[in-house]
């Protein structure tokens, strides 16, 4: 069984910055993810890298987030520049030992999750 691990959550000011971590107890992972759910709302994907490192980003992110990961430590980072409110939700680490083309972008797709960290972004 997978661990995850979340960390860099808080409270940020709109057009700042926060990077986000996800440390899983082993390296049996293909593909990592991160995903979000405001309140009210369906939890959505919004970024995930596989073991060759390619990547996917929802159309809400792309261009201002980036996921990266470490294989050597087990690790995968969400960097989030320019945030805005609407970034304001719960973020989840998801990870799987499947191998999708292209990356996996669905919950089901996932059998390993984090316990959630909270992202506020203030205007």
């Known amino acids: 069984q997978v661990q995850l691990l979340e960390s860099g959550g808080g409270s940020v000011q709109s057009g700042g910055s926060l990077t986000l971590s996800c440390s899983a107890s082993n390296n049996l992972i293909y593909s990592m993810a991160w995903f979000r759910q405001a309140p009210g709302t369906e939890r959505e994907a919004i970024a995930a890298i596989d073991s060759s490192g390619t990547l996917r980003y929802a159309d809400s992110v792309k261009g201002r987030f980036t996921i990266s990961r470490d294989n050597a430590k087990n690790t995968a980072f969400l960097q989030m520049n320019s945030v805005k409110p609407e970034d304001t939700a719960v973020y989840y680490c998801?990870?799987?030992?499947?191998?999708?083309?292209?990356?996996?972008?669905?919950?089901?797709?996932?059998?390993?999750w984090g316990q959630g960290t909270q992202v506020t972004v203030s205007s």
């Open positions: 998801a990870a799987t030992r499947g191998s999708f083309r292209p990356p996996a972008f669905l919950r089901v797709q996932y059998n390993h």
